[in-house]
């Protein structure tokens, strides 16, 4: 990308970013909540530093996540350190290093579906000397096979085994994907709200203290408007994804 055509791409981004986070002003207020209140996580997933940096620059905004753990121990030594890392894309065990290692302000891991990588990461955080972690565990809302996460069933045990037998993990809530193509129906965030119900019943938490990450580009104000404390925006802000075009 030519730098006038980065400085043009980083421009929208921004301007986009805006616009975004009005959206999510509105949406907050017809749930009654206000805009501190819902994290905005924006979504580089594929796009250059150059664009998370011009919405760095431009807006102030410092939550920013990647679905790849390449992508993210590339670009996050390149970005101010106060950036807070979300990591929300499907992570093996064997990566687990890599990521806590090369991102020191990595803030969240979104996706915790087993307790094989729950205890891994507690071994690598413990390991590593970090402070504990913030996690979500993921919930398979829609029933696809296609999709990770624990079913509904067993959200409850996996929150429980993070939050007692973790002890380098901070439990902070559920997080859904939705549907194959990434939307969500109402339903599939109606499952994640009793979900979180039936886990602070038995943790004894408020729901308060127990986030809910759900809502992407396409259908990110619904769950707001659903209870929805943690939105994961990509393509809305920075543009289509850009994939590297395979040979024939």
Known sequence: ????????????????????????????????????????????????????KAVYDSTGHRFFGENYVQEMIEKAPQLPEDIEWHFIGNLQSNKAKALLSGVPNLYMVESVDDEKIAN?????VGSLGRKPLKVLVQVNTSGEESKF????????????????????LIFSGLMTIGMLDYSSTPENFQMLFDCRKKVCAELGMAE?????????????????????????????IFGAREYPKKNK
Do not use: W, Y
């Not at 009005?22 to 664009?51: F, H, M, W, Y």
């Not at 891994?120 to 690598?124: E, G, I, K, M, T």
């Not at 079913?151 to 973790?166: I, R, T």
């Open 1 to 52: 990308m030519s730098a006038p055509a980065a400085m043009e791409a980083g421009m929208a981004a921004a301007v986009a970013m805006g616009e975004v986070m009005a959206r999510v002003k509105q949406a907050a207020e017809r749930s009654g909540r206000s805009l501190s209140q819902v994290r905005v996580v924006a979504v580089s997933k594929t796009k250059p530093v150059s664009l998370i």
């Open 149 to 168: 996460g624990v079913e509904p069933s067993s959200c409850v045990e996996l929150a429980k085994h993070v939050k007692l037998g973790c002890s380098n």
């Open 120 to 124: 891994h990461l507690d071994r690598v």
């Open 208 to 236: 308060e203290e127990c986030e809910l990450s759900m809502g992407m580009s396409a259908d990110f104000e619904q769950a707001i408007e659903m209870g929805s404390t943690n939105v994961r925006i990509g393509s809305t």
